[in-house]
């Protein structure tokens, strides 16, 4: 079964850091670009980071740049965001999406269209 589940999510203070994880389960993920969306409550769902399929490019939104940090290891068939010096507007329910790549290459663009999502997981920053 084709899945993506993502961990690490959870409440945490503002300037605090949360780690998440990005398991692939029955394809294989070094075939894939992997990115990182986020949707507030009430709020449109945005991209937030990409990783190409090698880990040669990756590519953030202006609002976490020198903040988030995304990386992946496709050994273990995850891909990590991790997030430090959160602020209480990146609270929002974050998902990973793939997408097959034939080019070590990732862009941040709504008008990419992902093949598979995770069911997502809720961080809250909040003091």
């Known amino acids: 079964q084709l899945q993506l589940v993502e961990s690490g999510g959870g409440l945490v203070q503002p300037g605090g850091s949360l780690r998440l994880s990005c398991a692939a389960s029955?394809?294989?993920?070094?075939?894939?670009?992997i990115g990182w969306f986020r949707q507030a409550s009430g709020k449109e769902r945005e991209g937030v980071s990409c990783?190409?399929?090698?880990?040669?490019?990756?590519n953030y939104a202006e609002s976490v740049k020198g903040r988030f940090a995304i990386s992946r290891d496709n050994a273990k068939a995850t891909v990590y965001l991790q997030m430090n010096s959160l602020e209480p507007e990146d609270t929002a329910v974050y998902y990973c999406?793939?997408?097959?790549?034939?080019?070590?290459?990732?862009?941040?663009?709504?008008?990419?269209?992902?093949?598979?999502w995770g069911r997502g997981t809720q961080v809250t920053v909040s003091s």
């Open positions: 999406a793939a997408v097959y790549a034939v080019s070590d290459m990732c862009v941040l663009s709504p008008k990419i269209r992902y093949d598979y």
């Open positions: 029955g394809f294989t993920l070094g075939y894939y670009t």
């Open positions: 990783i190409s399929r090698r880990g040669g490019s990756r």
